[in-house]
């Protein structure tokens, strides 16, 4: 997947990685590594976390309110893969 991403993308060096917590957050480190593997850049991630807005458990009492998201890269121009499992 990671070599699909790197050929679609006009420019590798403009990715964001953004793992949805909790199984993204796995994945997208991974990917980070195969990405630096084939063309010798690491981009940046991030981390978000969308539990408060899953309308799949909206019924069940005591949900964790809605998390900070890590991000520390902008991402405004830069290309977003959203990673989730």
């Not at 993308?9 to 991974?30: F, K």
């Not at 539990?51 to 977003?80: M, N, S, W």
Request: charged share 30%.
């Amino acid at each position: 997947m990671a070599h699909e991403i790197i050929e679609k993308s006009a420019n590798p060096e403009e990715l964001v990685l953004i793992g949805i917590r909790s199984r993204g957050v796995h994945r997208h480190a991974a990917w980070r590594e195969r990405f630096d593997e084939i063309c010798k850049f690491s981009p940046p991630v991030a981390v978000i976390d969308v539990t408060g807005y899953r309308d799949d458990r909206a019924h069940e009492q005591g949900l964790p309110p809605v998390g900070a998201f890590e991000i520390q890269a902008t991402v405004d121009d830069k290309t977003v893969v959203l990673i989730a499992t």
